[in-house]
């Protein structure tokens, strides 16, 4: 059995109890879906590299601090 989680008088849980409690709305995503909606929780995407646990929060930092030895000059750049 998971944990249960109440809000809002309504009860959240990853195993569906729809048949044993009358106030089972959901699991945790319609948890924190309502959380959001009551400004309580949020979230933005996080880019990180394998090797490192230092998160970025978009993927041009990411590659500029993490991958900067991949950078090239611009007369570097004759691709032939």
Known sequence: MN???EYGGFIYCEDDLSEQIDNYVGDLRDL????ERDGRAGYSEIYYASESSEPY???EDLIEKEFSELEVEENENDFR
């Open 57 to 59: 929060e978009s993927y």
């Open 32 to 35: 924190f879906l309502e959380l």
């Open 3 to 5: 944990k249960r989680y």
